[in-house]
T-cell receptor
Framework: DAGVIQSPRHEVTEMGQEVTLRCKPI?????LFWYRQTMMRGLELLIY????????DSGMPEDRFSAKMPNASFSTLKIQPSEPRDSAVYFC??????????????FGPGTRLTVL | AQTVTQSQPEMSVQEAETVTLSCTYD???????LFWYKQPPSRQMILVIR??????QNATENRFSVNFQKAAKSFSLKISDSQLGDAAMYFC??????????FGTGTSLTVIP
């Protein structure tokens, strides 16, 4: 398996523009997580999905952020409009549901977002 | 609420020596999993070791081992024979019976040649 795939790996945009980050989880995994990592705030969970359904989005900073998972093999995290304080590394991770036997998260390589 | 605390923002170790990274967690659950992840400068998050709470035996993976103290809610990572490639940020994480993961703030490990 290729692991968790994220695109783009780097994104530079200007304030006010829409940004879309993409994630393809490991095939067969039914839980998907979006994290944001900054020096100041560390690793923050933004939202996670179970069987394509958002379970907890309490970490989503504000209405400018939205996430979707239209099917088991694809998820997006959208920021509209983007602001300089959104600059961070965004990680996607996937795992098997705990009772299915899987227990660890597998992380993608991350997307480094810079908002000018 | 579940929380994970790593009280050592930075640690350093001489090459070939042993270092222990601390982690404590707060939970009312009896069934859960604990993990240590490594994040080198490449940013890739890599699983180092995992521990099931129902197992009394401490997990070991080559040079990496844990000291799991369930009653004390402590889960430290010991790295033996430290190598330059061990230099990274290390995150302790907790997962309960649901799907939510909780991560600590990380410990930055420097290995001195």
């Amino acid at each position: 398996d290729a692991g968790v795939i994220q695109s783009p790996r780097h994104e530079v945009t200007e304030m006010g523009q829409e940004v879309t980050l993409r994630c393809k989880p490991i095939s067969g995994h039914n839980s998907l997580f979006w994290y944001r990592q900054t020096m100041m705030r560390g690793l923050e969970l933004l939202i996670y999905f179970n069987n394509n359904v958002p379970i907890d989005d309490s970490g989503m900073p504000e209405d400018r952020f939205s996430a979707k998972m239209p099917n088991a093999s694809f998820s997006t995290l959208k920021i509209q409009p983007s602001e300089p304080r959104d600059s961070a590394v965004y990680f996607c991770a996937s795992s098997l549901e705990l009772r299915a036997g899987g227990n660890e998260q597998f992380f993608g390589p991350g997307t480094r977002l810079t908002v000018l | 609420a579940q929380t994970v605390t790593q009280s050592q923002p930075e640690m350093s170790v001489q090459e070939a020596e042993t270092v222990t990274l601390s982690c404590t967690y707060d939970t009312s659950e009896s069934d859960y999993y604990l993990f240590w992840y490594k994040q080198p400068p490449s940013r890739q998050m890599i699983l180092v070791i995992r521990q099931e709470a129902y197992k009394q035996q401490n997990a070991t993976e080559n040079r990496f081992s844990v000291n799991f103290q369930k009653a004390a809610k402590s889960f430290s990572l010991k790295i033996s024979d430290s190598q330059l490639g061990d230099a990274a940020m290390y995150f302790c994480a907790y997962r309960r019976a649901g799907n939510q993961f909780y991560f600590g703030t990380g410990t930055s490990l420097t290995v001195i040649p």
